[in-house]
Structures are given as structure tokens and as C-alpha cells.
T-cell receptor, first 111, second 115 residues
Framework: RKEVEQDPGPFNVPEGATVAFNCTYS??????FFWYRQDCRKEPKLLMS???SGNEDGRFTAQLNRASQYISLLIRDSKLSDSATYLC????????????FGRGTSLIVHP | DAGVTQSPTHLIKTRGQQVTLRCSPK?????VSWYQQALGQGPQFIFQ???????QRGNFPDRFSGHQFPNYSSELNVNALLLGDSALYLC??????????????FGPGTRLTVL
């Protein structure tokens, strides 16, 4: 089993739709969680950190479920500009802080 | 304020050759991490440098080595190139303070093709 798993998609949704992605992780000692966005042939950029209590940034909501070992990203009112690959990142403790990226979930928002 | 810069942007090498990639971190950042991103995959952590020393290392062979200079810039060296080394190599900078919860800023990457 991979340390961090994501459904690669693509998720094809119309503008205005709500879409959610999940990311599961295998190491229960994982400590820090992030969502990054990567546009085609560009570098990843931080979208948001994921806090234990859940957090929201405009149309984006991130949640953490430690019991089931997954994080989620919800995008409301999708825009064409949201089309990208969304990468989840997990960092676990245990003497090192090596970030582990998922393979990413591709989102395509169409008119 | 310049962000993270990397050079070159593209590189073509043949099997068995050696390559050096360069990275300048964002102003104010003291930590540089290197990642390999194969097509259709997420970035894989290679190693991280802080205070000119390798601080952490991912699951990569010794053919992958690096260096950090006093001005915090960094190099990634790969020896005895294999076809499987073809990938986008990303450099990310951050500050050690606040780790592991602080943001990493990525450079545009170097696309390496091994023929």
C-alpha cells in the first residue's frame, strides 16, 4: 500500500459544481497535511494547510479525519480557473519530516 | 522579490552521463529540498539541505548527491544517468524555523531527458 493515495481522476465537472477529493495516508503518526495545486507543466503551489479542526478559505474547505486516516478538499462553485492537478502532502514524525506527495487528482472544469 | 529560480530549464543527456542542476532559493529562505517528478506522478523527495549539510534523504540511490553553498543556493548532481532518471526536477525552498508546518515554495523545475 502506498503511503499517500489519491484517485488520479480526471474529475470532469461543469462550472458552478461542487467537487470533493479525498486523500488517504497509511502512517498513523502523520503530523502535517497540505493541499498543493499544480497547473499543467508548472510547479506546485500551496493551496492550503489542513488543520485538525478543518479550515476554509473562500470556496475551498479542507478537512482531516485522523480516525480513518484521510484528508479531503471540497471546492464549491467551481470556476474554469480551478482546472489543475491537486496534490495532497503528508508529513509524519519519527525523526524526520520528509514530505510525501500523492500522485495528484486532476480536475477539469468545463463551461 | 525573486522567487525560487532553477537552471537550466531543459536538459538532454545520454545514458551514463552526469548532470548538475542548480537552484537559488527565495530570499530569506535557508533550506532547500529537491524532488523528482515523473510524468503523471507526484513529486518524490530526494533530499534536503540546511546549513550546507544534507539534513534528510528520501529513498534515492547514492548516484544522487547534492551541495548547498553559503549563500543557500544548491546543486543536485546525478551520476551514471539511467533512462528512468528522465523527469522534472523541482527545487523547493523554505525556512527551517516552523518546520514541518511551513510552506515550501517551488521553482519552475528542470526537465531532464535521458536518451
Amino acid at each position: 500500500r502506498k503511503e499517500v493515495e489519491q484517485d488520479p481522476g480526471p474529475f470532469n465537472v461543469p462550472e458552478g459544481a461542487t467537487v470533493a477529493f479525498n486523500c488517504t495516508y497509511s502512517n498513523s503518526a502523520s503530523q502535517s497535511f497540505f493541499w498543493y495545486r499544480q497547473d499543467c507543466r508548472k510547479e506546485p503551489k500551496l493551496l492550503m494547510s489542513v488543520y485538525s479542526s478543518g479550515n476554509e478559505d473562500g470556496r475551498f474547505t479542507a478537512q482531516l479525519n485522523r480516525a480513518s486516516q484521510y484528508i479531503s478538499l471540497l471546492i464549491r462553485d467551481s470556476k474554469l480557473s480551478d482546472s489543475a492537478t491537486y496534490l495532497c502532502v503528508v508529513i509524519h514524525t519519527g525523526g524526520s519530516y520528509i514530505p510525501t506527495f500523492g500522485r495528484g487528482t486532476s480536475l477539469i472544469v468545463h463551461p | 522579490d525573486a522567487g525560487v529560480t532553477q537552471s537550466p530549464t531543459h536538459l538532454i543527456k545520454t545514458r551514463g552521463q552526469q548532470v548538475t542542476l542548480r537552484c537559488s532559493p527565495k530570499s530569506g529562505h535557508d533550506t532547500v529540498s529537491w524532488y523528482q517528478q515523473a510524468l503523471g506522478q507526484g513529486p518524490q523527495f530526494i533530499f534536503q539541505y540546511y546549513e550546507e549539510e544534507e539534513r534528510q534523504r528520501g529513498n534515492f540511490p547514492d548516484r544522487f548527491s547534492g551541495h548547498q553553498f553559503p549563500n543557500y543556493s544548491s546543486e543536485l548532481n546525478v551520476n551514471a544517468l539511467l533512462l528512468g532518471d528522465s523527469a522534472l526536477y523541482l527545487c523547493a525552498s523554505s525556512t527551517l524555523a516552523g518546520a514541518p508546518n511551513n510552506e515550501q515554495f517551488f521553482g519552475p523545475g528542470t526537465r531532464l531527458t535521458v536518451l
